[in-house]
């Protein structure tokens, strides 16, 4: 479509044609991916002193106590250019004793939050500091290989890794390997961690199981609990009703910086896309539109929707559809095998974009 054309019944002048995600092949710089690891905008403003303890939960209160001891602690990482010192033949010493934190608690009671405020609070340039979730670091690794990866992110004083996932044996042993290498160059660490997939119903992950998973690298991390009320898993979120083509077209056409695809060519075009530049492939979109939403077919396709799920989530990008509503997107053999966890966390956050998406159609 071009620019020009006007949805059926409009006038030329009145609206511009949507955008078109399935028309985007960003190419991403190695410099821009990780530039792009800081937390996500809906964290842009939080910090220790906008975490709210529980009175009734003193382990809270003593988290922020201690997180903002640690980020204090961490002014003086590699001031002195243990990285560049290797130039001239001389490795910096491991640093003794724990060198990051992991914090251990159920759903709900701010881990995010306070680990995101923990990247704020550490005295050090962005550039210097790496936030993402387990997904992202390995899709970083993927990018730009390891060695480039180690190399990149062994200047940075803090990496701060969200939802740790322990579904894939290979990923855990390829982020431990990665962390093993940063520990030895100076790099402090700070972790939040998914359930294992047997444990969904617990909604929490416990410190000893992540410990025992992670292995050498145990000794790195002092675990911080973090008791609360625990959002457990009761069942889907009810998904808004799905509006019909001409509805999800005529808004489509109508709000500014909005992209319409037809999904099932969406989720053809996300396999031919990096999921790294899955962020870049949003830029500058006010709304996604959607039609004709379907079951996802497969394992590896649903995969990749999970993380343009968390890129939308994490930009509050609407999302407006037409079809199936999003709790019927993943068969019943997908919500009760190994990444379940993540499936329900796509469905839970596409419904909230689907909420926020629904002043964009006419009344």
């Known amino acids: 479509m071009s620019s020009s054309t006007a949805f059926p019944g409009q006038s030329p002048l009145a609206e511009t044609a949507p955008l078109s995600l399935c028309a985007r092949e960003p190419h991403v710089p190695a410099d821009r991916?990780?530039?792009?690891?800081?937390?996500p905008p809906r964290f842009d403003s939080v910090r220790f002193d906008t975490y709210v303890p529980d009175p009734n939960q003193p382990s809270q209160s003593e988290a922020v106590t201690v997180l903002a001891g640690f980020a204090a602690g961490l002014g003086g990482a590699h001031a002195t250019g243990a990285g560049r010192r290797r130039w001239f033949g001389k490795k910096p010493a491991a640093p003794a004793g724990p060198r990051g934190v992991y914090l251990d608690g159920g759903y709900g009671v701010g881990k995010t939050h306070l680990l995101a405020s923990l990247w704020h609070a550490t005295p050090a340039e962005p550039s210097l500091k790496a936030f993402g979730t387990f997904v992202e670091l390995t899709n970083l690794v993927g990018?730009?290989?390891?060695?480039?990866?180690?190399?990149?992110?062994?200047?940075?004083?803090?990496?701060?890794?969200?939802?740790?996932?322990?579904?894939?044996?290979?990923?855990?042993?390829?982020?431990?390997?990665l962390l093993s290498r940063l520990v030895e160059a100076g790099?402090?660490?700070a972790a939040t961690s998914n359930t294992l997939p047997g444990k969904l119903g617990e909604g929490r992950f416990a410190a000893v199981d992540f410990l025992r998973e992670i292995q050498g690298l145990s000794a790195h991390f002092r675990p911080l609990r973090i008791d609360g009320e625990d959002?457990?898993?009761r069942g889907l979120p009810e998904a808004p009703p799905p509006y019909d083509d001409e509805q999800v077209t005529r808004a489509a056409y109508?709000?500014?910086?909005?992209?319409?695809?037809?999904?099932?060519?969406?989720?053809?075009?996300?396999?031919?896309?990096?999921?790294?530049r899955y962020g870049a492939l949003t830029d500058d979109i006010g709304a996604v539109c959607l039609t004709g939403v379907t079951a996802v077919p497969d394992q590896s396709t649903a995969l990749r929707l999970v993380v343009l799920a968390d890129r939308l989530y994490d930009r509050e990008v609407?999302?407006?559809a037409s079809g199936l509503p999003f709790d019927?997107?993943?068969?019943d053999e997908m919500l009760n095998g190994g990444y379940r966890k993540k499936y329900f966390r796509a469905i839970s956050r596409l419904t909230a974009l689907a909420r926020d998406a629904k002043g964009l159609v006419a009344q």
């Open 33 to 39: 991916l990780v530039a792009e690891m800081v937390p």
């Open 143 to 177: 990018a730009l290989g390891f060695q480039q990866t180690v190399r990149t992110l062994s200047e940075h004083r803090l990496l701060c890794i969200d939802e740790f996932e322990l579904d894939d044996p290979g990923d855990t042993v390829l982020v431990s390997s």
């Open 187 to 189: 790099v402090a660490l």
């Open 231 to 233: 959002y457990r898993h």
């Open 254 to 276: 109508a709000t500014p910086g909005a992209s319409l695809d037809d999904f099932p060519g969406l989720l053809d075009h996300l396999a031919r896309v990096h999921p790294s």
């Open 318 to 320: 609407p999302v407006l």
């Open 328 to 331: 019927r997107l993943f068969s």
